[in-house]
Each structure stands twice: as structure tokens, then as C-alpha cells.
């Protein structure tokens, strides 16, 4: 009776040896594969090698400022690209019926003679300039009110294109917006900061409001770093 037990037991230790072991040759080889592609890309690349990994980390982006630190948010923002439209739509791919509108968020976080904003209908998708991009480039934020009196979300994508030339298209979620101008909440790149590990080279972020909105003021946080 005693020798059944301590086989038995002896039995479970084995197969739960077994299961570890086979859980750590899994995640071994999951690293290696992930080497195996970062190597991939790297070689492959047609960038100097100098340039390669200051364009995989990001930065020399510009410029930072604590921008949102009235509203709580000590993270230094770098302004993105025509990031309120004071040079038209320039740079952005608008849908029929998005354009550019006299209308500036009532902050003026960026200067105070900025007069335009980017009106985007329900359910049209805009998406930005190529972004400023690496890994230590991982969140974004900008201001946004609804046109319609009602709450709303304006759901996140992010389109990233690796120095293979492959392109990926990664959903972040939705942020929520109101019928007043406010700083939407923070969302985060991270998915395409992990496609950036893997040889991404470019950024550009998608907006679909699910009501007609209006968008101004986009800024990128690098690093994410606070206080």
C-alpha cells in the first residue's frame, strides 16, 4: 500500500517535472524565434547601422514640454507633426467630409495664435503624419469634443510598417470624448512599441469616432517618464 502511494506520488512529481520542463522549452523557443526574426530584420535592414538602433529606440524627436500638467499629467510631450492643423490638413489622410475648421481647443497649449481644429464625421477614419517612432515612443494624447452635444469614443489604430517593408495595423481601444473641449485620456502605443523590436521604422495613428468630433493639439510622449 505504502510502495502504490510514493509510486503515485512520485508519478505526479515526474509528469509536473515534465510540464515545467516542457513550459520552458516552449518559452526558449518562443526567445529564439524572436531572436531569430530581430536578426532577420536587422540583416535585412538597408539602413546604415549607425542609424539602425538610435530608429529602433526612438528619438531627436523635438522638442518636450509638460503640456498636460494642468490636468495632472507630468509626462513631456513632444508636438507631433501639423499636430493642430495650422498648416491645413497637410500631412494627413482625411476621408470625404473630415477638414479642417476655425476652431482651436480653448487652452491654446501650443500657442496662443493657433486658430484650427479637424472636424472628423461619425465614422470616418483620419490618420496622421509618420510619427516621430521607436520604442521609448510608446503613448500619445491630444484634445477632442464632440459635435453633437452627446458623449462619444473615438476608437485608437496604429499603423506601423517595419524596415522589411510589412505593414501592420494594431487596435488600441477606444478613448472617450464629450460635448467640451478636453484632454482625451492617455493611450498607450505599446503594441506598436513591440513591433518596433522587430524592425519597425514608421508610425502613423488612425482616429474613428463613433460621433462627429472635433480634434486638435496631438503630442507624444517619449518614455512615458513622470514627475
Known amino acids: 500500500m505504502v510502495d502504490s502511494a ?45 542609424d539602425l538602433l538610435p530608429g529602433l529606440l526612438g528619438g531627436n524627436c523635438g522638442s518636450t514640454s509638460r503640456v498636460f500638467s494642468p490636468w495632472g499629467d507630468l509626462g513631456s510631450y513632444y508636438f507631433a507633426s501639423n499636430g493642430g492643423f495650422e498648416s491645413g490638413a497637410n500631412g494627413w489622410s482625411l476621408p470625404r467630409g473630415a477638414g479642417v475648421v476655425a476652431e482651436n481647443e480653448p487652452f491654446f497649449v501650443h500657442g496662443s495664435r493657433d486658430r484650427y481644429s479637424l472636424s472628423v464625421p461619425a465614422g470616418a477614419t483620419v490618420t496622421t503624419p509618420s510619427l516621430c517612432y521607436g520604442v521609448l515612443y510608446p503613448t ?11 458623449n462619444g469614443t473615438i476608437r485608437v489604430r496604429v499603423q506601423v510598417r517595419s524596415l522589411l517593408g510589412l505593414l501592420t495595423v494594431l487596435d488600441l481601444g477606444t478613448l472617450s470624448v464629450g460635448p467640451d473641449w478636453s484632454p482625451t485620456p492617455v493611450h498607450l502605443q505599446l503594441g506598436a512599441a513591440l513591433a518596433a523590436l522587430v524592425g519597425a521604422k514608421t508610425m502613423q495613428v488612425q482616429f474613428i469616432p463613433s460621433t462627429g468630433v472635433l480634434i486638435d493639439d496631438l503630442y507624444v510622449d517619449p518614455l512615458l517618464q513622470k514627475g
Open 6 to 50: 510514493l509510486q503515485l506520488t512520485m508519478s505526479r512529481l515526474t509528469a509536473a517535472n515534465e510540464r515545467e520542463r516542457g513550459t520552458v522549452a516552449r518559452l526558449i523557443q518562443r526567445m529564439v524565434l524572436a531572436g531569430t526574426v530581430v536578426a532577420l530584420a536587422l540583416s535585412s535592414a538597408t539602413v546604415a547601422k549607425a
Open 140 to 150: 500619445s494624447r491630444l484634445f477632442a469634443r464632440s459635435t453633437t452635444g452627446e
